[in-house]
């Protein structure tokens, strides 16, 4: 084996497992995520210079740093004029040394980063996105993919958000106890928002990816932050859907929707983890959002012991969410459980309100729940308008076969 | 970091909140701002903007107009500075001053003299 190869697999090891943790580590120090991850590149550049040489050192994660560090103190000492106050710079370096002297142990401050990344003063859209990058260190072109934007804006956009943690002072730290629950939220809804795209874009090339490593973050997650129940709830949550993929498509490929699932497809592994997480939630202290999501996952899962999805628990659950969020999904994805439990027309009455919400106009579940509904009904006629609806909205070539399935046995019957 | 904070006032809603208590609340925040030693002096309140005057010039031409730049329903009403370490503390400040209950105020760190970053 030549010095080369292991080389070029040791910068490869290091990147896979520690690229987050050495963005981080330098990026909460100057504030300066991009800043980071250009002197994080310049030193694997480095590296696979000098490794074929001298051989891979006993510890590539601590030499890239020192050497990534050195590339940060040279990039601020040419920001820096000589109005910048020597002192400063110097006491940074210092601070750079010593940490370098530490030696092995790399404190980790991915969760700081994480927090930053999902600071209320980041658009949005974008929050997901940053930490996909700079904890994982996905590409622009591979985030764009699963989030159905071009690259080159992507890639833009990343690059503006990256600016303004350091332009608007964005704090790198995990916020203060009374900022904390709504914070997380942020963190949290950003991991799963990358998730949902992996799982909802199942047609879409290379975005299977981006809900493993939702999956891998929603672990990071918790073991960082091990008391707290949210983030345990989002894991389960997470692995509740993970475990139903395989039975998501039929051997042909079609669209299996989950009452229709065969529930001898989904991991028991899986659904045995997010059980266990689950509980360890609600033993832990107050009910949010994702541990109720996840309960009623759990409850769909039911239906590989009894046969049957526990559906008044699905409902009783719904109406929790509902007080908590009151969001216009969760009345739909209650009527839908109410209309297992009290048939179509309660479900229907039940989404009445949602008529005048704009937002439902392009949400493609809302008609095609109300397809179904109606179909269930009898109002064919009604029912196919509201399916046509859903095909139009659809961009899963899976799904919209489904409905289109379901349009044509309308007009059989 | 230097965060000038720019308050814009819903000028109707102001006009309308009991006038006693939220010149007493204001007095308390400029208080708790001058002991916290993160405040300047310089902040100011303004005139309404039915005194402002607006003036551009374009193709040699200067054209004053009455009234403010934009006419929106929150209007610039007066600014005051912030030196703190980051972008969530300025926030704290904001949600602290009364005006932020008539309004909205706008955080925007200042350009500063490069190295004197905190």
């Known amino acids: 084996v030549s010095h080369a190869d292991e080389a070029g697999r040791a910068a490869d090891r290091v990147a896979r497992e520690s690229y987050g943790r050495l963005v981080a580590f330098l990026a909460v120090r100057t504030r300066d995520v991009a800043g980071a991850e250009d002197a994080l590149s310049e030193a694997f550049a480095e590296a ?5 040489v001298d051989g891979v050192p006993e510890n590539p994660d601590a030499w890239l740093l020192t050497v990534a560090r050195r590339r940060q103190t040279d990039a601020l000492r040419r920001r820096h ?7 400063h710079l110097t006491r940074m370096a210092d601070e750079l040394e010593a940490a370098a002297r530490e030696g092995e142990i790399i404190p980790d401050r991915r969760l700081a980063l994480m927090f930053a990344c999902a600071h209320p003063a980041i658009e949005r859209g974008m929050r997901a996105p940053l930490i996909l990058q700079t904890i994982l260190r996905l590409t622009a072109e591979e985030i764009a993919a699963a989030f159905l934007i071009p690259p080159a804006t992507m890639g833009k956009r990343l690059v503006r958000a990256k600016m303004r943690t350091r332009v608007a002072g964005i704090p790198f730290r995990i916020p203060e106890q009374e900022e904390l629950p709504e914070r997380l939220q942020a963190v949290l809804d950003a991991i799963y928002a990358a998730y949902s795209k992996g799982w909802n874009e199942v047609g879409e090339a290379g975005v299977p990816e981006i809900a493993d490593e939702a999956i891998w973050l929603g672990r990071l997650i918790v073991s960082l932050m091990p008391e707290e129940p949210e983030a345990k709830g989002m894991l389960a949550l997470m692995l509740y859907a993970e475990a139903r993929r395989a039975a998501r ?16 497809l989904w991991d028991e592994s899986q659904i045995a983890l997010a059980e266990s997480l689950l509980r360890e939630a609600s033993r832990a202290g107050p009910t949010g959002r994702h541990q109720l999501e996840a309960a009623i996952q759990s409850a769909h899962t039911a239906r590989r012991l009894t046969g049957r999805s526990n559906w008044p628990v699905v409902v009783q659950l719904y109406d929790h969410l509902l007080a908590l969020t009151g969001s216009p999904v969760v009345v739909l994805n209650r009527a839908v459980a109410l209309a297992e439990v009290e048939g179509p027309e309660a479900a229907l009455a039940a989404i009445e309100p949602l008529v005048a919400d704009t937002r439902m106009l392009t949400y493609q579940p809302y ?7 109606l179909a269930r009904t009898g109002a064919d006629a009604d029912a196919a308008e509201a399916y046509r609806v859903a095909i139009g909205l659809t961009s899963d070539e899976a799904v919209r076969a489904y409905l289109r399935g379901k349009l044509a046995s309308l007009h059989q019957g | 970091m230097r965060y000038m904070m720019l308050i814009h006032h819903d000028e109707a809603a102001l006009a309308a909140a009991p006038q006693k208590e939220l010149w007493a609340e204001y007095g308390a925040f400029n208080e708790a701002l001058s002991k916290a030693g993160v405040g300047m002096a ?11 005057t607006t003036v551009r010039q374009a193709n040699g031409k200067t054209e004053v107009l009455d009234g403010p730049y934009a006419d929106t329903k929150e209007q610039f009403a007066g600014y005051f500075f912030v030196t703190v370490p980051d972008l969530d503390e300025a926030i704290a400040w904001a949600k602290r001053c009364p005006s932020s209950k008539y309004g909205a105020i706008e955080i925007r760190p200042a350009f500063e003299a490069q190295g004197n970053r905190k």
């Not at chain 1, 004029?81 to 002192?87: D, K, M, S, Y």
């Not at chain 1, 079609?254 to 065969?262: H, R, S, T």
Request: charged share 25%.
């Open chain 1, 367 to 373: 008609w095609a729940a109300k397809g179904h509904l």
């Open chain 1, 48 to 52: 696979l210079r000098i490794w074929p």
């Open chain 2, 42 to 52: 310089s902040g100011e309140r303004l005139q309404p903007s039915s005194a402002a």
């Open chain 1, 81 to 87: 004029t000589q109005r910048a106050g020597e002192e």
């Open chain 1, 249 to 264: 498509r039929d051997a042909t490929g079609a669209y299996v929707p989950l009452e229709e699932q065969d529930a001898t």
